[in-house]
């Protein structure tokens, strides 16, 4: 017998089905060694050795291993077909080199897809592991920990709030905030365009655009205003037009190559919004149940099987017309393309989606990629392209109308690619129109114009851009556009990529002092580079040494920057952003509030930053970094209501918006104020939702085990609920408003005793789903049973045990503890119980928390007793 190890248990269970009895195939839970996050795992004094250590929660898996091999003589390392696979089949020998001493053989076997016949052709011809494909691992491993571990330090001390840096990820950053400086320093441009409405003598009409005026061809901008596009209307209005020639081409077009790893990743974009990393993940599951190949790859060319059972799949659904002569044959255009991967495609062509058994994200990029494989085998389209001018006698005026008509759609029955920017080709069908005859004016319109900015990146188009200039891997693309977001360097508004102030001041700052590493080309060769190790073409201790001789110098040119000296070079590099001109010509930098101090660049603990007068304390102007237009902040404050005689403000300060009450006077220097929470927009901001900021931290009541007061609030690291000393964080703000003392202490005595990541108890009872999703669930409460949904918890009465309680008396029950602390009440959710039910209820409460409060003493003197015993 034989151990097969693979990286999911998915993954495991669907090649278990194809071996049988005679192997024991095991799951290692994708990597299971890495270097520590701590200096010194990479030395390069001593080689650029490295440190590896087998993961906290991967040591129960290679034990696993290991012990399998107790009793079988093999061990087959069947993980992906790529590096990564490669690295992690290098890991785990080296991790089980203790289980392996006794002569015990060890293959590596790669297969493309998880079927039958490719996993049994692989298992028929093992290899061993290819140590050209680790060095390259190594490299990279090695590149962008030396790179992380020396610059994200050099930002902490230099920049602060800066979180990190990548020897990738800070390339792609630079890509989005270029394009965001472009898109500011743009400055639209008006042109106008005159369209016709004609008619045949037959009465069928068209439409044509100016393209001839005076003689001569319009340029895009000779039409520059209004008054040149009312002129060119009469031109055209007082002029008899004929057709002055109709010309019909035939034209073709061919199917898109079958997906690589980047092009799926646009497409889905494009199609279902899907993000890149949501891509990978519902791919990886359709890859290890055995639907499609593998899907990290740059390769496009499709396995001969593959197109002849995707050419029979085309007869059999759309006829013989619809198949090419000869199969397609599509050549890989990247010249960095690894590995000769082949394409993302179906296992089984004749598994339509329709017929897929998978969750929806799944079910759809399936369709997606199934109809982009079979596509990528039909015959051509078929079209015929239409032009048709329209003359004045003396030859003053001409109009082009254009249009196309699909003779044979081709691939087109299947699938038509998406596209980014919809410009689009004139796709109208002409009526029959003839040289010679007659074109009549029915409506001469003219249509203002502006040029538009460069759009900002999707992932998609992102992905699209670091792809051609060879930046990044298909393994990483995904990794390296969530790392941006989550480092808060970028954000996604509807799709589209928006640098952030601290994206911005990192990426001015790589660009002034460590350009080289941030350039585009200097990352592309270094992709290259890795690339040649891969292939056996380079040594990779060569490479290492090369880069880290320069990587070094440029660290210890930095060692005397002063903070001061950093900001004014990216208030230097910044300035046409941050001080555009001002229609009077007068100073961008001369401050608008007291005429006097000068404006620049400062840096909040917060990490963000903004511009601020020189004359701060006693000017305390102050606007965002990325205001447009140099747009004052101070313009969004405003008061949103009184309470007990004091006015409640909106403000906008350094560190972000925030809520103040009154304003700061001699004998009140420091008004109360409270900052807006992460995801309050402060344009949905009224006096109800200012005071309850204003008025935390909010008391919970008093603990059921001590007495001690349990509150909620919202503090430096976010909403939270405190007892004594045990501060435990809250996943939202809105929730520190309506926190029960039920979940208070659940959310307290997990993290006291097993920590913040601890699993949450385990439910005694599930009743079932609620109207508004979600499980309903009865759970064991430290005073008593409760039942929860969501976040709502609401305690059983003594009378109704938990074995006992049905759904509909949880529902009554969650629906009046929602109604009591303002929760949602979902439709389909019972009213809540009678008011005299509610008001017994509330007595017999209020007599156990008075019990409560009297047995609290004696129990705290006993638990300190104990202690001490």
Request: charged share 30%; hydrophobic share 40%; aromatic share 6%.
């Amino acid at each position: 017998m034989a151990v097969v190890v693979v990286e999911s248990p998915a993954k495991a269970k669907t090649i278990n089905k194809y071996l049988g009895s005679d192997y024991t195939v095991l799951a290692s839970y994708g990597h299971v060694r890495d270097l520590p996050a701590k200096d010194g795992s990479v030395v390069p004094d001593d080689g650029f050795a490295m440190t590896w250590e087998v993961a906290p929660e991967s040591r129960k898996h290679v034990r696993a291993i290991a012990e399998a091999l107790k009793s079988d003589d093999t061990l087959i390392l069947a993980t992906d077909p790529d590096r990564e696979g490669e690295a992690i089949s290098w890991h785990l020998q080296e991790a089980l080199a203790s289980s392996l001493k006794k002569g015990k053989a060890v293959r590596r076997v790669t297969f493309n897809a998880i079927t039958k016949s490719a996993v049994t052709e692989a298992m028929a011809h093992p290899r061993e592991v290819d140590t050209a494909l680790v060095e390259a691992y190594l490299a990279r491993r090695a590149l962008d920990y030396l790179v992380g571990f020396n610059l994200s330090p050099v930002l902490w001390r230099k920049l602060p709030g800066a979180k990190s840096a990548g020897r990738v990820q800070s390339v792609c950053l630079r890509l989005i905030v270029e394009r965001e400086l472009d898109i500011e320093a743009f400055k639209a441009r008006e042109y106008w365009t005159v369209t016709a409405v004609l008619a045949t003598p037959r009465g069928q009409e068209f439409q044509a655009r100016l393209t001839v005026l005076g003689g001569k061809k319009l340029d895009r901008f000779d039409l520059a205003n209004e008054t040149a596009a009312e002129l060119a209307v009469q031109a055209i209005r007082s002029r008899d037009l004929t057709v002055k020639s109709v010309e019909a081409k035939p034209a073709t077009r061919n199917p898109w190559p079958p997906f690589m790893t980047s092009t799926l990743q646009q497409e889905a974009s494009r199609k279902f919004g899907m993000g890149a990393k949501a891509t990978m993940s519902a791919a990886q599951r359709l890859y290890e149940a055995g639907h499609i190949t593998y899907m990290r790859t740059d390769g496009i060319d499709m396995a001969p099987e593959a197109v002849m059972a995707a050419r029979d799949e085309i007869k059999r659904r759309f006829g013989a017309d619809y198949v090419p002569d000869s199969p397609r044959m599509y050549k890989n255009k990247a010249k960095n393309a690894q590995e000769a991967h082949e394409c993302i495609r179906p296992t089984d062509m004749s598994l339509s989606p329709d017929k897929l058994k998978a969750a929806d994200d799944q079910r759809k990029l399936y369709d997606l990629i199934w109809k982009r494989t079979i596509a990528s085998q039909m015959a051509a389209a078929r079209l015929e392209r239409t032009t048709v001018d329209v003359a004045s006698p003396d030859g003053e005026v001409e109009l082009r109308a254009t249009g196309q008509v699909v003779m044979f759609d081709g691939f087109l029955a299947v699938y038509d690619e998406s596209r980014d920017d919809e410009d689009g080709e004139d796709g109208a069908r002409l009526p029959q129109i003839m040289a010679g005859e007659p074109a009549g004016k029915q409506k001469v319109t003219p249509e203002q114009h502006f040029t538009q900015p460069p759009p900002r990146y999707t992932e998609a188009t992102l992905v699209k851009r670091m792809e051609e200039l060879g930046i990044g891997r298909p393994s990483t693309y995904a990794s390296i556009v969530t790392t941006i977001q989550d480092r808060e360097y970028v954000r996604k508004d509807k799709g589209r990529l928006i640098p952030e102030d601290k994206g911005r001041l990192v990426t001015a700052f790589l660009t002034n002092y460590f350009r080289r590493y941030v350039e585009y080309d200097f990352t592309a060769d270094m992709e290259e580079e890795l690339d040649d190790i891969s292939a056996g073409d380079r040594d990779y201790k060569d490479v290492l040494a090369r880069f880290w001789r320069d990587f070094t110098a440029a660290i210890a040119e930095t060692a005397d920057l002063r903070i001061g000296e950093v900001l004014e070079k990216i208030d230097e590099f910044l300035a046409p952003h941050l001080y555009p001109p001002r229609a009077d010509g007068s100073d961008p930098r001369t401050c608008p509030t007291c005429g006097e101090g000068r404006l620049s660049l400062k840096t909040a603990r917060s990490g963000g930053a903004f511009i601020g007068c020189s004359n701060y304390p006693a000017c305390r102007y102050t606007r965002a970094l990325s205001a447009p237009n140099g747009e004052e902040t101070g313009a969004a404050e405003r008061v949103l209501g009184e309470d007990g005689g004091d006015e409640i403000w909106l403000k906008a300060g350094r560190f972000g918006p925030y809520v103040q009450r009154g304003e700061a006077t001699e004998d009140t220097p420091k008004p109360a104020r409270a900052s807006l929470p992460k995801g309050w927009s402060p344009e949905a901001m009224d006096l109800g939702k200012a005071l309850k900021l204003l008025n935390l931290p909010r008391e919970i009541g008093p603990h059921p085990e001590d007495g001690e007061t349990v509150e909620a609030g919202i503090g430096r690291y976010g909403p939270y609920v405190r007892h004594g000393r045990i501060y435990a964080n809250l996943p939202e703000a809105d929730e520190v408003f309506t926190i029960g003392m039920n979940r208070a202490v659940e959310v307290l005595a997990q993290k006291a005793s097993r920590g913040p990541r601890a699993a949450a108890p385990a439910a005694l009872r599930v009743l079932g789903e609620h109207p508004g999703g979600g499980r309903v669930e009865v759970m064991a409460g430290r005073y008593g049973p409760y039942v929860k949904w969501e976040k709502v918890n609401a305690t059983l009465p003594k009378d109704l045990a938990p074995e006992a309680v049905t759904l509909d008396q949880a529902l009554e029950l969650i629906a009046a503890k929602a109604g009591k602390t303002g929760g949602r009440r979902t439709a389909g959710a019972k009213k809540a119980a009678p008011k005299a039910t509610a008001k017994a209820a509330a007595a017999k409460t209020s007599t156990s928390k008075a019990a409560t409060a009297k047995k609290a003493p004696a129990r705290a003197a006993r638990a300190k007793a104990a202690k001490a015993g």
